[in-house]
């Protein structure tokens, strides 16, 4: 695949006009019959979540944490594979695993002194380019790092605001 001939295109209209660069992307969660599962729609796809076995919920699907640790796995594999292939780094295989802990006292309201959410998120990254300089794979880890959205996002979360209708 060329993805720089892909990308040209995308770029040059960008740069000459920087307004065709702005997105919104949105999901939609919808209740289901159950207090402790939902769809969420995406737009392209609809995927069902529920809560996870340990705040009550049956533990046969993807919970939110799920997803979101999902997220952060595709995005970081993707990012890796795009730039490899833009920096003509041949790679025989990327993978991209990511664990997040949490203690699900402060989900459940058990203890105050305990946060609701990851108290850590790891992203390991692995990358077999037996062909690849020392300092290829520097600059394959800089430029995924730099160019990952979800991570970005999770390193420096943007402004959130709620709207109740």
Not at 11 to 17: A, L
Not at 35 to 55: K, L, T
Not at 84 to 109: N, S
Request: glycine share 10%.
């Amino acid at each position: 695949m060329d993805l720089k001939s892909i990308q040209k295109p995308l770029k040059e209209q960008y740069r000459n006009d920087p307004t065709a660069s702005r997105i919104t992307l949105q999901a939609k969660g919808s209740q289901t019959g159950a207090p402790i599962a939902c769809s969420i729609d995406i737009g392209r796809a609809v995927y069902e979540a529920q809560a996870h076995s340990g705040v009550g919920g049956a533990g046969t699907g993807a919970c939110s944490g799920d997803l979101l640790l999902g997220a952060l796995a595709a995005c970081a594999q993707i990012t890796c594979q795009m730039v490899a292939t833009a920096m003509g780094i041949p790679t025989e295989r990327i993978e991209a695993t990511v664990e997040g802990d949490m203690d699900l006292r402060g989900t459940l309201g058990i203890s105050k002194d305990v946060a609701v959410g990851f108290e850590k998120i790891v992203l390991r990254l692995n990358v077999v380019a037996p062909q690849a300089t020392p300092e290829q794979l520097r600059g394959l880890r800089e430029k995924t790092e730099q160019y990952c959205v979800v991570m970005q996002t999770l390193l420096h979360p943007p402004q959130i605001k709620t709207e109740w209708a």
